[in-house]
């Protein structure tokens, strides 16, 4: 079972950045892909970004420009340029074992991130 532990959110200022980080420990798992998604108040969680163990990155249009995700072993980063309003969510981090697998279904506790002057 895997566990994923992220870090890293805050209140910040429109055009401010945040970098995540998320852990994955435990066993019976692999990294064949990391992503991190997001839940605004109301709304249905979301993929931000994705990340193979190829280092292939794969952005919603929404943040494109703006972030970037990136990994080291069993840690995923997600830097967070240019914050707006809109981005204020939790954010949560998540893995694939392979290529055709959905994502784990166990999820961490998440981060929250504020976007707000």
């Known amino acids: 079972q895997v566990q994923l532990v992220e870090s890293g959110g805050g209140l910040v200022q429109p055009g401010g950045s945040l970098r995540l980080t998320c852990a994955a420990s435990g066993s019976g798992f692999s990294l064949y892909a990391m992503g991190w998604f997001r839940q605004a108040p109301e709304k249905q969680r979301e993929l931000v970004a994705t990340?193979?163990?190829?280092?292939s990155t794969n952005y919603a249009e929404s943040v494109k420009g703006r972030f970037t995700i990136s990994r080291d072993k069993n840690t995923v980063y997600l830097q967070m340029n240019t914050l707006k309003p809109e981005d204020t969510a939790v954010y949560y981090c998540?893995?694939?074992?392979?290529?055709?697998?959905?994502?784990?279904?166990?999820w961490g506790q998440g981060t929250q991130v504020t976007v707000a002057s």
């Open positions: 998540n893995l694939k074992s392979g290529p055709f697998d959905t994502w784990d279904r166990n």
């Open positions: 990340i193979t163990s190829r280092t």
